[in-house]
């Protein structure tokens, strides 16, 4: 009979990434492959207290872009810094998820996905590490404060007189209150950073997010809270939609 030879090391990262799942919101697991899981757990591992770690990971869905993930300390505005570090770097956001982990007591580390590609020529092959590392050291800048939202260059708004519509507008959750934003609107690059950084100047939270692009529109959801955890309230609902749809183009609220 040979005996079984245990590896320490790999028993290690196998309780790491299950410590990492167990953490992680319900249906987490039904959303991303074995291997994605493992990808995010790692890059969750080696951002060892740094400001902010990014990588590639294993992705099944065929979006024609590459798939990133962004670990870093969750924090009020941290959508919006990332979303500049992505504009900062030419990177247009295709699809995005955000997650949200307990770390530890009163400590929570956001896990937050995107499905890139190059702004200028819609090429994935030119995501390459090198420029993922300047990613992450443009991300780290903006958190510590070394650059501000002011220092990265804003895209240009929409100049053309195509009519378009749109829609933004609270849904409500299964205990009634309004927790859940949409916005659908057509796409444009620098889009995420406007919503984003909207939402921030709204003294609000952003617990969860999900960004879909369909052909030229775009769908975005964001669950969002007060500072302090409360719900949205009704009296908050009316200027949150005005903040976002000035984002958005501000001739639309002439």
């Given at each position: 009979?040979?005996?079984?030879?245990?590896?320490?090391?790999?028993?290690?990262?196998?309780?790491?990434?299950?410590?990492?799942?167990?953490?992680?919101p319900r249906g987490y697991r039904y959303v991303f492959s074995p291997r994605g899981?493992?990808?995010?757990?790692?890059?969750?591992?080696?951002?060892?207290?740094?400001?902010?770690?990014?990588?590639?990971?294993?992705?099944?869905?065929?979006?024609?872009?590459?798939?990133?993930?962004?670990?870093?300390?969750?924090?009020?505005?941290?959508?919006?810094?990332?979303?500049?570090?992505?504009?900062?770097?030419?990177?247009?956001v295709v699809h995005a998820e955000a997650y949200t982990r307990r770390v530890d007591?009163?400590?929570?580390?956001?896990?937050?996905?995107?499905?890139?590609?190059?702004?200028?020529?819609?090429?994935?092959?030119?995501?390459?590490?090198?420029?993922?590392?300047?990613?992450?050291?443009?991300?780290?800048?903006?958190?510590?404060?070394?650059?501000?939202?002011?220092?990265?260059?804003?895209?240009?708004?929409?100049?053309?007189?195509?009519?378009?519509?749109?829609?933004?507008?609270?849904?409500?959750?299964?205990?009634?209150?309004?927790?859940?934003?949409?916005?659908?609107?057509?796409?444009?690059?620098?889009?995420?950073?406007?919503?984003?950084?909207?939402?921030?100047?709204?003294?609000?939270?952003?617990?969860?997010?999900?960004?879909?692009?369909?052909?030229?529109?775009?769908?975005?959801?964001?669950?969002?809270?007060?500072?302090?955890?409360?719900?949205?309230?009704?009296?908050?609902?009316?200027?949150?939609?005005?903040?976002?749809?000035?984002?958005?183009?501000?001739?639309?609220?002439?």
């Amino acid at each position: 009979m040979i005996p079984t030879v245990l590896n320490p090391v790999s028993e290690n990262y196998q309780s790491r990434e299950s410590q990492f799942v167990e953490s992680m919101p319900r249906g987490y697991r039904y959303v991303f492959s074995p291997r994605g899981i493992s990808d995010h757990a790692r890059l969750s591992h080696e951002r060892a207290g740094a400001v902010a770690r990014v990588g590639r990971f294993h992705s099944r869905r065929d979006l024609g872009a590459a798939a990133i993930c962004v670990v870093a300390d969750d924090r009020p505005g941290l959508l919006a810094a990332i979303s500049a570090a992505l504009v900062s770097e030419d990177l247009d956001v295709v699809h995005a998820e955000a997650y949200t982990r307990r770390v530890d007591e009163g400590v929570h580390e956001a896990v937050d996905v995107f499905w890139v590609r190059d702004q200028r020529s819609n090429n994935v092959e030119v995501v390459t590490d090198q420029r993922l590392a300047a990613l992450e050291v443009c991300l780290s800048d903006i958190i510590e404060g070394r650059r501000t939202l002011a220092d990265v260059r804003r895209p240009q708004r929409r100049t053309d007189e195509k009519t378009y519509e749109t829609t933004i507008r609270f849904i409500e959750g299964d205990d009634g209150e309004l927790t859940t934003l949409e916005v659908q609107t057509v796409d444009r690059s620098g889009l995420l950073l406007a919503l984003a950084q909207a939402l921030f100047e709204q003294g609000v939270q952003i617990t969860r997010s999900e960004v879909r692009t369909e052909g030229d529109r775009v769908r975005d959801r964001f669950v969002i809270l007060e500072l302090d955890g409360s719900p949205i309230g009704l009296a908050r609902r009316l200027d949150i939609q005005v903040a976002v749809l000035a984002a958005i183009d501000p001739s639309g609220l002439s």
